[in-house]
């Protein structure tokens, strides 16, 4: 009875702090409009925080969406031609629509997505918030409490004031939040430059994070600066690592520490899963007591992938002929080959975005294969 | 021009829906007016005389910062009615706008204000697009809802063109990482790689020559794409370079095809497709060096242009902004051009030249073609056995150059 007398109190005591740190890092957030130029990958934080990365102005914005109530998970969710109802929604037609990131809030189980109204660069930055009637409703960005990080290595603002032209950009290609730090994975329009920056969050205005030096050892020769499509965190044995999929060197694995340090980071090549092909998304998800890693294809669909021996030191130093794969073992998931977006809906589903070949999408919940 | 619809409904009724905004009153004030007579007399004709309703007005309404629509003509008995409605809060579902023929009404704010019944939409109506509005009239008069279509005017969409390929030279090395298309209009996003395609001399297609970046990489203005090569496929000892080798082979032409089907961002096809051709020379794995390039000073007094060559073809892109020029810690101000397949730099101050010295600084980021930049090689990985971040200095390169008062 004491014992859980003291096991109550420690519950509570914990979850005091726990608030006392939710209150800590929502409060530096500043209510106001947040002027996102471009909605680009989502990642939700803490307590309903959603972070978009904004290639056009070079940041990353942390954004309060007040959407803290725990639900239900509904299995049931479904919208079927979404970019249809969005484009009705927002006043133009259906190729005017750009979605550009899904994320699914873990507390409230409500899917968001970032899209761009119109095309080229004028087109507007939206956030909505989808419901499982298949209504929309806009995360306003005026009057919400948020914080913006500047990239490190930002365009040069400078030159485009002096010349009236601003030709360079960072594009984003996905955003996580791992262990307080804000990873931003990216390519520029004209360098090729090293692609992944690390962002202490809660944001602050003298610490602009690090751009990651990363090498990959294969026959003592090391990779550097390809650019990162997607990544996620993992932990394997109590060992947390970061796991980006390459365009041109597919699965990579690094300790999440030297991510987190914002050093020098060595990878290891744990698995090639072909070529023709650039992996979209991924998110990580427990079955059976093991994780496994769900990936999104340009070309070779789904896969599930497993993470079994993934902390291995040896990678893959052998060169995969014929178009082969090597490393991880994965199977591909057939029905959902043409997923363009996916995320993590509750412990047992995904939520993915279906694209046909006539350009329809449907967004549906799926048991996770 | 601007479309008023108009019709009866059920009871014989004419109620008139106007749109309202400065995008076309600003520009067409007389035009207007004679049009929103010539409706009113009409609709006074069509009604027998018994103007029930709705005196049409095509005048200007202030305060407002986005076009959008207005019911007018309403009666004290709608009016209290609207009330009602606004207080439940159900004002959104009795007057609607929606995309022509879909059938989920657009985000929109609807306002009583004073005698009209005012809907603000929440993004910017589109220039040519269709609307319609509909007015819940049951909830109004118990009569059907009366829907008007409108449709947009604008300025006339110019037809985008390719406005230049980068590399503009007919060789390129077989490990060019980048090309770029300028264009003479922003252009629409999602297109790009359904659009472009590399042929070889017998016209068969290049697969899988280039990398697709869903986000697409577009400078800030939208009027500048990136074909980015797969850097994969480019670096020697990585695995698609063993499978794949590298897309195009020395001593072969190669045909850029840019397809007319590509949109401008107003969704204008491009003016004609576009070819570039080109041949492929010998890799080039060296880094541009700054202490090699030649450099003719102009004269004191003059306008002359300052004047580099670099011995080899640059990135087109970060030429135009990785080479500035101080005097005494202050920037020149002045216009730089490209020339001669990008070998060339010239500078062209906006005062003239002064006898003093000089600082011509360059980005150490700035690339040849094979991404090769000051300061560092492309392929890192086959040059050093060990990755030593000291050796690459990433400072800018600074080259002196004095102009004599003779």
Known sequence: MKAARLLYCLSVIAMLVTTAEAQEHLQKLQRGTAELKFAGPLAFGPDGVLFVGDPVSASVFALDTGDRQSSEFNPEFRIDQLEQKIAASLGVSAESIVINDLAVNPISGTPYLSLSRGSGPDAEAVILKLAADGSLTELSLKDIPHAVA??????????????????????????????????????????????????????????????????????????????????????????????AAYTCTPLVRFPLDEVTRGEKIRGTTVAELGNWNSPLDMFVYEQDGKPFILMANSARGMMKISTENIQRDEGITEHVTDGGTAGQPYETIEELKSAVQLDKFGPDHAIVILKDESGRHDLKVVPLP | MFEYEYEQDDCGRYTFIRVIGDFIFHRFPILDAAIAMVVAVLAFFATGGVAQTIEV?????????????????????????????????????????????????????????????????????????????????????GATPLTRAFTLPGAEVVTPEVAGVFPSSDCVPQNLLKMYLRFSAPMNRGEAYHSIRFLDKDGRRVEEAFLEIPQELWDASGCQFTILFDPGRIKRGLARHEQLDLPFQVGQTY?????????????????????????????????????????RAPTAGSHEPLFIDFGEPLDRAMLDHAIEVFQVDQRVPGETTVSRGETQWSFTPHRPWTADEFVIEIDSRLEDLAGNSIARPFEIESLVPEVDRSRFDVRPRRLLFTISSE
């Open chain 1, 150 to 243: 500047a990239l490190p290595n930002p365009p040069d603002q400078g030159d485009t004031d002096r010349r009236g032209r601003s030709q360079r950009m960072v594009s984003i290609t996905d955003i996580a939040l791992i262990d307080n730090q804000v990873v931003v994975a990216g390519l520029s329009n004209e360098e090729f430059s090293s692609s992944l920056r690390a962002i202490p969050y809660p944001f602050s205005a003298d610490v602009a994070g690090t751009a990651l030096e990363v090498y990959h050892g294969a026959h003592g020769k090391y990779e550097t600066s390809a650019p990162v499509r997607t990544f996620t965190a993992i932990t394997v044995d109590n060992e947390p690592y970061v796991v």
């Open chain 2, 255 to 295: 045909t850029l095809v840019v397809d007319d089907r590509w949109r401008s961002a107003a969704l204008k096809k491009l003016d004609k497709s576009e070819r570039h051709s080109f041949t492929v020379v010998e890799p080039d794995r060296t880094q541009p060096d700054p202490d090699k390039w030649t450099i």
């Open chain 2, 57 to 141: 007005q095509a005048d200007l309404v202030t305060g407002q910062d986005r076009p959008g629509f207005e019911i007018v003509g309403l009666t004290d008995a709608d009016i209290e009615r609207l009330n009602e409605l606004e207080s439940n809060g159900q004002l959104e579902s009795v007057f609607q706008a929606f995309v022509a023929g879909q059938s989920i009404p657009m985000m929109a704010r609807v306002i009583l204000a004073d005698d009209r019944l005012v809907l603000e939409p929440r993004f910017p109506l589109v220039v040519g697009a269709r609307y319609e509005v509909r007015l819940g009239l049951d909830s109004l008069r």
